[in-house]
Nanobody, 115 residues
């Protein structure tokens, strides 16, 4: 079992920045990857970014604005979001994949970008 706790969400004006963090606890020794997804009402959960063993993948539409990083010592993943747009408004979910594979999700954190 892996527990994920997200922080750093909130409201910001367009053009601003936010940094989301997600701390993993539990079976972190078997972590394969950590990442972020987002979801808006009525839409499917959308991939944002993922990091595993130093390999970073960011959604093409978000490259240049969003950056993902990982603090292995603290089993924490960060999502730096710059030049935010109203369309970035969503609930952001932290994802952890452990060897199996098994996927775990955080409870989600709201990000609201106003124009």
């Amino acid at each position: 079992q892996v527990t994920l706790v997200e922080s750093g969400g909130g409201s910001v004006q367009a053009g601003g920045s936010l940094r989301l963090s997600c701390v993993a606890s539990g079976r972190t020794f078997s972590l394969f990857s950590l990442g972020w997804f987002r979801q808006t009402p009525g839409k499917e959960r959308e991939f944002v970014a993922r990091i595993s063993s130093g390999t970073v993948v960011v959604a093409d539409s978000l490259k240049g604005r969003f950056t993902i990083s990982r603090d292995n010592a603290q089993d924490t993943v960060h999502l730096q979001m710059n030049s935010l747009k109203p369309e970035d408004t969503a609930v952001y979910y932290c994802e952890a994949v452990v060897y199996g594979p098994v996927t775990y999700w955080g409870q989600g954190i709201q990000v609201t970008v106003s124009s």
